[in-house]
Each structure stands twice: as C-alpha cells, then as structure tokens.
C-alpha cells in the first residue's frame, strides 16, 4: 500500500488498522501518521519517537514513495527548477517562485500533454502519461523536506500537463494538498489552471473548498481560439465559458499575448465583453519564445496599449512579469529534453 496517495481521512484509518493489527497503542496511529504530511519525513528511519522495531515494520510494510530530484537549477532572479524522476521513463518538473513572504509551487499533472496548444512546449511533447496523486503532491512534500527551500505557501497546477485532463488524480492531490493534516495549504492559495475540460471544469467547481480556477483563454472567440488551441473543437469556447459560471469566486483568465494572432482592437474589445459577463481579471502575458515556433510576443508597448484598452472597456487587468525565464523555467516553456528521456529508454 501506498498511504501518500490515499486522502488523510483514508490514510489515518489505513495507519489505525494497521497499528492495531500489530498490537501496538493507538497513539502510535498518530504518531505515524503525522510524518506523512503535517511534519513529515523522507523515511521511517528518519523519525526520533518511534522504537524501531516499528520503524523496520513501516518500512517494509508502508514505504514512503518518493521521486528523485535529478536536476535542480537556479535562476539569477531566484526562481528554482526541479526535475523529478518519477520511473525510468517518466520525469517532470516544478517551478519554485519567491516573491517576498510568497513561495508558489508550478506543480506539473502529466508527463506531456495531450492538448497540443501551438505556443506551448510541453504540448509539443505529446501526452506521455497521468501523474498518480503521490507523484503531484510529492512536489509539494519534497520541498517541504528541504531546508533549502520548505514548504511552499502557494500552489499552482501550472506545469506540465492538463490537470483536469487528470481529474481523477487532481482530485485526490487537492485534498491532500487542502486538508488540514494534509499539506494543509488553503484553498485560495492552490490555483488550478486549465483549457476548460468542461465536465471536470463542473466537478471542480461543485467541491465545496473554492480552489482557485484560471481558464487559459488566449483567444475571445472560438474561431480565433480554435487556431491556437484544438481543444476547442470538442469543448467550444461558449461551453466552457458556460462551466465558468458555476465559479462562486472571482476566476482568471490567462491570455498569452502573440503578435498578429491575438493582440488586435477588436480582440481587446470581445475578450472586454466576456471578462465583464463573468466577472473574470484578466492575466496578460507575453508569449514565452521557446514554446512555439514562428509565433512571436506581441510588443511591451501594444500589451500596455491592449491592457489600457481592455480597461477603459470596463474589464479588470494585470500583466504578469516573466519569471525563471533564463532557465526555461516559465510558464509554457517546461519540457523534458527528449534526449535524456531516450537515454533512459535505452539503457
Ligand atoms: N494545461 C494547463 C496548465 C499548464 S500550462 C493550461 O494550459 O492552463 C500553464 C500556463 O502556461 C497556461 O496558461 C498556458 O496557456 C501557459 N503557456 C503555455 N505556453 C506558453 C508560452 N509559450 N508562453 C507563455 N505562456 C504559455
Ligand atoms: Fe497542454 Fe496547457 Fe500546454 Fe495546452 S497550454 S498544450 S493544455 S500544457
């Protein structure tokens, strides 16, 4: 059994049995329990207060799973990229951002992605495979176990992959990551990012902690959206902005900024239109070279005049800065060098 992918209520009745099937006190079910998220451990052998003829039980028994870090690197503006080793074929990433007391986590759901976006990298890795919810929360717990780093205070399913294209995993991996004997992180502080995979869209909208939610938009109009993202030919564009209402919080929308294809006057004033109906900030952001080829970011002068129209048209409006850019740690740029993927596979 694997207890870093059961919720916390599943994991503490799991411990609880398992400690009374043993013959041991039931203070010991806390005890053990409290290492999985609350103060956790990187192994059994790692704790002071247990005896260890339980320390060698749990570890046969109950090992705590973990990925590898492989590679970790630093960017002059403090950003970190981790690259996880999950198995011999599959690796991911993590983005760690400071910003003052803030220390936000770009968790990635998949290997890949099966979305294809034609400005994003990790779609042009194709969809290699699910994260289990140990492999998505593991992220969070890994730097929670670094003194280097510690726990993040923020979240954002902003990496590689389409986390409600994983919904069965997300689901899991919220709780954990929300649960107060979980990683115990707030739900406004755990922001889910997605193209709008309706169905799931609904059911993370019907739980009842008010997760954050950013729709990746990039485009007012299905027609115009349809070109950059061929999602929208199986949830259009109305459909997902239709799920979006069922948000009782204010929600996102992210739009990469890209010259020629969704930076006109008339994009400012549709995108204005559907930002005012449901009530959404819109996040601007140049488009991240490396992601896309013959597409280029629209320029710093036509992103502030854009941002201004769209303001004088009643929506609200932040641009966001790019951070990790120099270790390709940004947003649409995560991508596992095929070549040490082949490597792998060929050992
Ligand atoms: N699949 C989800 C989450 C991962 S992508 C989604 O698409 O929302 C995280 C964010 O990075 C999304 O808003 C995505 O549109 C954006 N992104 C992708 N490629 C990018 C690029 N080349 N430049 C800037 N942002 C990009
Ligand atoms: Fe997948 Fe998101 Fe990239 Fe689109 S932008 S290909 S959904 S990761």
């Not at 008339?266 to 559907?274: H, T």
Request: hydrophobic fraction near 40%; charged fraction near 25%; proline fraction near 5%.
């Amino acid at each position: 059994m694997n207890l870093l992918d059961l919720t916390p209520d599943e994991a503490e009745s799991a411990v609880s049995q398992w400690i009374a099937d043993r013959g041991d006190p039931a203070y010991r079910a806390r005890q053990v329990f409290r290492r999985l998220w609350q103060r956790p451990v990187a192994a059994w052998c790692d704790t002071t207060d247990l005896p260890r003829t339980l320390v060698q039980a749990l570890e046969q028994d109950l090992p705590l799973q973990r990925p590898t870090l492989e590679t970790l690197q630093e960017s002059v503006d403090g950003t970190v990229k981790f690259l996880w080793r999950l198995d011999e074929n599959t690796a991911v990433e993590s983005v760690l951002i400071p910003d003052r007391k803030r220390r936000t986590l770009c968790v990635s759901s998949q290997a890949g992605c099966a979305y294809g976006c034609v400005f994003c990298a990790t779609g042009a890795m194709g969809f290699q495979r699910h994260l289990l919810p140990w492999e998505i929360t593991a992220q969070v717990r890994e730097l929670a176990l670094d003194p280097r780093f510690g726990a993040p205070t923020h979240v954002v399913f902003m990496g590689m992959g389409e986390p409600l294209h994983n919904w069965t995993a997300v689901d899991r991996a919220l709780t954990i990551l929300n649960h107060e004997r979980g990683m115990g992180i707030g739900a406004r502080r755990i922001t889910v990012s997605t193209i709008g995979i309706v169905p799931n869209l609904r059911r993370l909208a019907a739980r009842s902690e008010q997760f954050k939610v950013a729709l990746s938009l990039h485009a007012p109009t299905s027609h115009r959206r349809g070109r950059l993202m061929p999602v929208d030919r199986t949830y259009p564009l109305a459909e997902v902005l239709d799920a979006m209402r069922a948000f009782r919080k204010r929600v996102t929308f992210e739009y990469v900024m890209i010259k020629e294809m969704n930076d006109s006057e008339a994009d400012a004033r549709d995108l204005a239109q559907i930002a005012r109906d449901a009530g959404a900030l819109v996040n601007l952001l140049p488009l991240h070279p490396g992601g896309a080829q013959g597409l280029e970011p629209s320029s710093n002068d036509g992103i502030k005049q854009f941002a201004g129209l769209l303001r004088s048209l009643g929506a609200q409006v932040t641009i966001r800065r790019s951070r990790g850019l120099d270790i390709s740690g940004a947003c649409g740029q995560l991508r596992v060098d095929t070549t040490l993927r082949n490597d792998v596979e060929s050992k």
